[in-house]
């Protein structure tokens, strides 16, 4: 049996080290491929809800304070939209009119608190509805789900319900000032 020199056995590890260092490497370069088309290919995520701001009403909330979104999750086309423009008829700030999933059997009506004003003022309009809180809604902005089914929308619902205090609404989109110069904070 012959013993293999040093040099002999520097030199076979270097023949087997380049291809097992290569191997290295296009694995390293794979996996920052996938990690880098897993970040590009994510969905953007929804900007960052605005907490609700206190504002004074003069103890009397009224259609215009209060902003909603409607949603048709049933398979009648544009009733998500003729409904939003029944709720513009009668005051109410329309954010967005969409699709959604799941859908519900009847009209459905979500606040950050079903006890909200907002809600209620939202709710009158639509009888029978089914009134729901959740409270990740920091803006206090009103969902209204839609159905198949005809909405019974009540065009003779108050315009407004009485509230003491403050009441906590959706944050008033800021307004560039006409005056103000680039860089310049508008006073």
């Known amino acids: 049996m ?18 097992l260092t290569l191997l290295a490497l296009v694995l390293l370069i794979a996996v920052a491929i996938r990690a880098g088309w897993k970040a590009v290919s994510a969905p ?25 979104s409607v949603y048709n999750s049933g398979h009648t086309r544009g009733l998500a939209g003729s409904v939003s423009k029944q709720l513009t008829n009668v005051g109410f700030v329309i954010d967005s009119v969409s699709n959604r999933q799941p859908s519900v059997k009847k009209v ?13 003022l939202v709710a009158g309009y639509f009888p029978g509805a089914v009134v729901k809180s959740d409270p990740k809604r920091v803006d206090h902005e009103v969902e209204v789900v839609l159905s198949d089914r ?33 860089g310049e904070q508008p006073s």
């Open 44 to 68: 953007i995520p929804p900007p960052p809800l605005i907490p609700c701001v206190d504002q004074d009403v003069n103890g009397e909330l009224t259609t215009q304070d209060v902003t909603v």
């Open 108 to 120: 459905t009506i979500i606040g950050q608190d079903a006890k909200n004003p907002e809600v209620g």
């Open 2 to 19: 012959a013993v293999m020199t040093f040099d002999e056995r520097r030199h076979y590890l270097r023949m087997a080290g380049t291809p």
């Open 150 to 182: 005809d909405p019974n929308f009540k065009t003779t619902a108050p315009k407004s319900v009485k509230v003491n205090g403050s009441v906590c609404l959706p944050s008033p989109s800021p307004t560039p000032s006409i005056l103000a110069s680039p």
